[in-house]
């Protein structure tokens, strides 16, 4: 299976992006064979370097504007349940300015996976801090440190009603690719965040892999359990960077309630004229 | 009489709007057709809401300032509007709540005494109204039972010791004519979107836009629509060109300030090619302005809303009938050419109500988009003589659909290759001479009054009621352009022949049609602009036409 396009690769040599590119490949030549075939995906991205995998895969893609990636995303599923919706969206886009939306995907469980690259630096505009950079990030907007604490979206994505939440690494392609998947199948909303490292505007790559371990003997159906996971590391003080699987719920999703009526759109003028009769 | 008007008014809460139309509808019954002007504040208990229902033996889309009956509920009723009585006016009123000279209903009486609630003062009074205007009961008892599905028999009770409480005055004759649905603006484009084959309506509440919000709700099971509420104007429009994507005939409703968040969703929707139908109900700003009150400033806002340059498509509907026909036209327009497409309305074509004539509208049915043949390997921005790409919808499994915001190329890959970026620019383009082309053979300007006439009312939208009244009575020429964009150049050069004053009508204080028409060489003599919030009276533009004709 050919998924590359004639779209020629843009990300920086070391690009966190590149892990995440390669899961999404291994994740999605495994669909076909597991039922979906490959015409009823479609990715969705931002603005801003994760973005432009949409040009990097031979699938159907929206590539949308900044931080609206995901209403266009509800928009399609809810067109066509059918279709495995898929977004990609970076720290700056669905933490920062389309952020409202992000949360309302989450309150709606709708059945859309989306997958943050969280770099923590706004690369594409060389550099500036985002809603993750730790507190005193020195940017190009910020010469002194930024004087904000960072959110922790995690955090917030359990508390808006999200179903699936996970964390992965670009050091970590493996855990990537096992999570990505996790979360496509997952029927609600899933949130994969992704320690994505930006080599050269945010290099943590040697301070992630000082702290990251993957999560063992933990319940993701318990809330409580999530929360105290979630909380280990708030994205600004030293501590110990959990990734894997840390919610996941069953829970009925908002496209279910946009089934088809049935009454389709034929024989509209007769049933328009019937109707005026009430307004007689 | 010609024409008579009746006016009701309360607090916010006193079902003055129900009222409004239960009075219409006994009048449509009695073969009138009807204009109902609707005034009421952005408040939901107390304040002073009104209506005037006015009837004639004629189609109306306007409404006049001089009252033949009024039906004041509270004080402020009739105090404002006491100086629109004419010489034998009828004042309806209940002499325990209101001081007024005219016809006593003794309401809060009888109310007390059939344990009423206080919300069928409206039914008692429109009782009142029956008897003295010499409308037989069976015809209120009808309207009642049609309208107030809940609590009909005290409202019918209440209602007919109104009817008893006075004596006829004057006898409103019926006319040989039979009844037409009253609508609401939205609700007559609300219609035409359906009739066009709409799948999807995605709004944010907001004045004079929320009611086609409802009406679809309303209406979604009947005709299998999906409604959907998003969080934010940017989450509706850019959730429909998600519709749009997977192939959803779909439109959006705002106002002015919710446009103002949509205009990155108008610009993306001009980029990537995705159909969408925008309808924007005007009210009156700047900022938050009025929000329950007209105007119409938002001409040139939405004709340049959104970066970039991509042609679009504009309508100004004046009246039910073509609100319905046009809104079907702008969805097939969006889909046949890929763009977005506007329906521009006000408060007072939104929310006015008006006789509806199905049977008078041309027909029009959906016309299917251009279709991916499937010949050659697809390609969603290929370049064609019309600018226009065939579109392949997903799920396809022969092809991969990629939708763009960057500049791209014919696949749909970001470029920004001065060659391809050139090409596509003029490929979009080339959309707009096609649809111009397309207009032509459609009237978009039309004539009314004293066609030969060598003074001409320039007007647009809403207005179109009153000025056609007008100049049927002045002997007036009407020019009115329906499509704003592209603007009909031809068309409406062509309406100018052998017109030696043009005087501009319109609801804002710049004059936003002359600077349209002034774009393409036209000019105007005379401008009457009204910028308070409230459209037109009938009398009001009268009177101020004849000061410029002088």
Request: with cysteine.
């Amino acid at each position: 299976m050919n998924l590359d396009t004639h779209a020629r690769n843009d990300w920086c040599p070391g690009c966190g992006n590149f892990a995440i590119l390669n899961a999404v490949k291994a994740v999605l030549t495994e669909l076909p064979e597991e039922g979906t075939p490959l015409e009823n995906v479609i990715i969705f991205s931002g603005i801003g370097q994760h973005a432009k995998i949409a040009d990097y895969l031979n699938v159907n893609s929206f590539y949308s504007l900044h931080g609206r990636a995901i209403p266009p995303a509800e928009g399609a599923k809810l067109a066509n349940p059918n279709l495995k919706v898929i977004v990609f969206s970076g720290d700056g886009d669905s933490y920062g300015e389309g952020i409202e939306h992000l949360i309302f995907a989450a309150k709606r469980n709708i059945d859309i996976t989306v997958i943050v690259h969280d770099n923590r630096v706004y690369a594409l505009t060389t550099g500036q801090y985002t809603p993750t950079s730790p507190f005193g990030f020195k940017g190009r907007s910020t010469p002194e440190g930024t004087q904000e604490r960072p959110i922790n979206p995690m955090e917030l994505m359990l508390a808006s009603g999200a179903t699936y939440i996970a964390r992965g690494y670009s050091g970590n392609i493996p855990l990537l690719k096992k999570i990505i998947k996790e979360a496509i199948s997952h029927k609600g909303f899933s949130l994969v965040e992704v320690l994505q490292v930006c080599v050269t505007f945010n290099n943590l790559y040697d301070y992630y892999n000082k702290h990251v371990y993957e999560l063992k003997d933990h319940d993701p159906s318990s809330y409580e359990e999530a929360l105290k996971r979630i909380r280990e590391w708030d994205y600004n003080s030293e501590a110990p960077i959990s990734l894997g699987l840390y919610y996941k719920k069953e829970m009925p999703t908002f496209d279910d309630s946009f089934a088809d009526k049935g009454t389709g759109v034929l024989g509209r003028e007769s049933r328009i004229k019937a109707l005026l009769k009430n307004y007689l | 009489m010609n024409s008579f008007s009746v006016l009701i008014g309360g607090s916010a809460g006193y079902g003055i709007d129900r009222s409004s139309l239960i009075l219409a509808h006994i009048l449509n019954q009695l073969g009138y057709r009807l204009y109902i002007y609707r005034d009421y504040p952005s408040l939901i208990r107390g304040g002073h809401t009104f209506s005037i229902i006015r009837a004639a033996k004629e189609r109306i889309n306007a409404h006049s300032n001089k009252v033949d009956f009024l039906l004041a509920l509270n004080q402020d009723t009739f105090d404002s509007h006491a100086e629109k009585l004419n010489d034998k006016a009828i004042v309806l009123f209940d002499p325990d709540s209101v001081k007024a000279e005219g016809l006593d209903v003794p309401i809060t009486k009888i109310i007390r005494e059939e344990k009423a609630a206080e919300i069928t003062r409206n039914t008692c009074i429109i009782g009142a109204f029956c008897k003295a205007a010499g409308i037989g009961w069976e015809i209120l008892e009808k309207e009642i039972k049609a309208n107030m599905p809940k609590e009909t028999e005290i409202n019918l009770k209440v209602a007919r010791r109104g009817y008893d409480a006075v004596k006829e005055l004057v006898k409103i004759d019926s006319l040989p004519q039979p009844a037409l649905p009253i609508l609401s603006g939205n609700e007559a484009l609300s219609l035409g979107l359906i009739k066009g084959g709409l799948k999807t309506y995605v709004g944010y509440p907001m004045t004079p836009s929320s009611t086609i919000l409802h009406f679809m709700a309303e209406a979604a099971d009947e005709f299998s629509l999906k409604v959907v509420q998003p969080e934010s104007e940017i989450g509706v429009i850019l959730m429909a060109l998600g519709f749009s994507y997977a192939g959803e005939k779909v439109a959006v409703g705002t106002s002015g300030g919710g446009f103002c968040l949509m205009t990155e969703g108008v610009s993306f929707s001009g980029m990537a090619e995705l159909p969408l139908v925008i309808i924007v109900g005007q009210r009156t700003g700047p900022s938050t302005g009025l929000p329950t009150y007209t105007g119409q400033t938002e001409l040139h806002f939405v004709l340049n809303a959104g970066q970039g340059e991509f042609p679009r498509f504009m309508v100004a509907p004046g009246d039910p009938e073509e609100a319905y026909y046009w809104a079907t036209f702008a969805l097939n327009l969006a889909w046949k050419y890929q763009i977005p497409s506007f329906i521009l309305t006000d408060k007072t074509m939104a929310e006015g109500g008006f006789n509806f004539d199905i049977n008078s509208i041309q027909d029009i049915e959906e016309e299917p988009p251009l279709l991916w043949d499937r010949k050659q390997p697809y390609k969603r921005y290929q370049v064609t003589e019309t600018g226009v790409s065939p579109l392949a919808l997903v799920p396809d499994k022969d092809a991969v659909i990629k939708i763009n915001s960057y500049e791209h190329d014919e696949a749909g890959i970001t470029i920004e290759n001065e060659k391809i970026t050139a090409m596509m620019q003029e490929k979009r383009q080339l959309k707009g001479p096609a649809l111009a082309k397309e207009l032509d053979q459609y009237e978009t300007v039309k004539v009314y009054g004293k066609k030969s006439a060598p003074t001409a009312i320039l007007c647009w939208g809403s207005n179109k009621g009153v000025c056609v009244e007008l100049s049927d009575k002045l002997g007036l020429k009407v020019i009115y352009p329906l499509v704003l964009s592209p603007f009909p150049v031809k068309q409406f050069q062509k309406a100018l022949k052998g017109v030696k004053k043009l005087i501009s009508v319109e609801n804002n204080a710049t004059g936003q049609l002359i600077k349209l028409i002034k774009m393409h060489g036209f000019e105007v003599d005379e401008k009457i602009f009204k910028y308070d919030g409230r459209p037109f009276a009938l009398d009001e533009l009268e009177e101020r036409l004849k000061r410029v004709l002088k």
